[in-house]
T-cell receptor, first 113, second 118 residues
C-alpha cells in the first residue's frame, strides 16, 4: 500500500519569506500523481499544486513550486513570498492507479507578520 | 472548476440515531466518489470508495454495516451513519473526480460535514 509521510507537524515562516514543506512517499507504481492541498480553518480542501510522476519538470503555480525527486520519492512544496493568507494545514497527497487519494499527516503552517 | 457539495454542513444527533450525509457533484457526473473521515488536528483517512450502481468498497477497519454508502446516481452519493455513538463524532468529507479530467488526476472535495453525537 502507498504511504505518504510528512515529517513536519508544524512550520513557521515570516511574512514575505520562503518556506519549504517536506513530503516523502512510498509506492511500487511508476505512474501516479502527487498533490499539495491546503486546508484553512473553514476545512475546505483547496488544491495548491499537482505533479504528474511522468513529468520531470517541477510544477509551479505562482508563488508555489515543488521539488519532485522521483528516485528519492520526495515531493516538497516551496512557498515564496509567504502571505498571511497562506497560514493553514497543508497536506501532501498521492493518487495512483486505484484512483483513491492518500494523504500525509499534514503540516500546520504559521505565518508571522 | 468542478463543484462538489455536501449537506448538511453540520449535524448534531442523539446517540443511537442514524444520520445521512449527502454528497452531490453539481456540474459533472461522477461514477466514483470517495468518503473520508477527519478527526481534529489529524489527516484525512479514506473510509470507502463509492461506485455508482454497485456496492461501495470499504477500507480495512471500516464497518460497512455502520457506515452505509449508497451511490444511486451519477451525481449523488450518501453516507449514512447508523446507530451513531459519540465516538462517531468527526468531520466527514466527500470527493469526486470529474470525467474528462482524468489527466489532471485531481479530486474535487465537498465542504465537509461535521457530525456531533451526544
Amino acid at each position: 500500500a502507498q504511504t505518504v509521510t510528512q515529517s513536519q507537524p508544524e512550520m513557521s515562516v515570516q511574512e514575505a519569506e520562503t518556506v519549504t514543506l517536506s513530503c516523502t512517499y512510498d509506492t511500487s507504481e511508476s505512474d501516479y500523481y502527487l498533490f499539495w492541498y491546503k486546508q484553512p480553518p473553514s476545512r475546505q480542501m483547496i488544491l495548491v499544486i499537482r505533479q504528474e510522476a511522468y513529468k520531470q519538470q517541477n510544477a509551479t503555480e505562482n508563488r508555489f513550486s515543488v521539488n519532485f525527486q522521483k528516485a528519492a520519492k520526495s515531493f516538497s512544496l516551496k512557498i515564496s513570498d509567504s502571505q498571511l493568507g497562506d497560514a493553514a494545514m497543508y497536506f501532501c497527497a498521492y493518487r495512483g492507479n486505484n484512483n483513491d487519494m492518500r494523504f500525509g499527516a499534514g503540516t500546520r503552517l504559521t505565518v508571522k507578520p | 472548476g468542478a463543484v462538489v457539495s455536501q449537506h448538511p454542513s453540520w449535524v448534531i444527533c442523539k446517540s443511537g440515531t442514524s444520520v445521512k450525509i449527502e454528497c452531490r457533484s453539481l456540474d459533472f457526473q461522477a461514477t466514483t466518489m470517495f468518503w473520508y473521515r477527519q478527526f481534529p488536528k489529524q489527516s484525512l483517512m479514506l473510509m470507502a470508495t463509492s461506485n455508482e450502481g454497485s456496492k461501495a468498497t470499504y477500507e480495512q477497519g471500516v464497518e460497512k454495516d455502520k457506515f452505509l454508502i449508497n451511490h444511486a446516481s451519477l451525481t449523488l452519493s450518501t453516507l449514512t451513519v447508523t446507530s451513531a455513538h459519540p465516538e462517531d463524532s468527526s468531520f466527514y468529507i466527500c470527493s469526486a473526480r470529474a470525467p474528462g479530467r482524468a489527466g489532471a488526476g485531481e479530486l474535487f472535495f465537498g465542504e465537509g460535514s461535521r457530525l456531533t453525537v451526544l
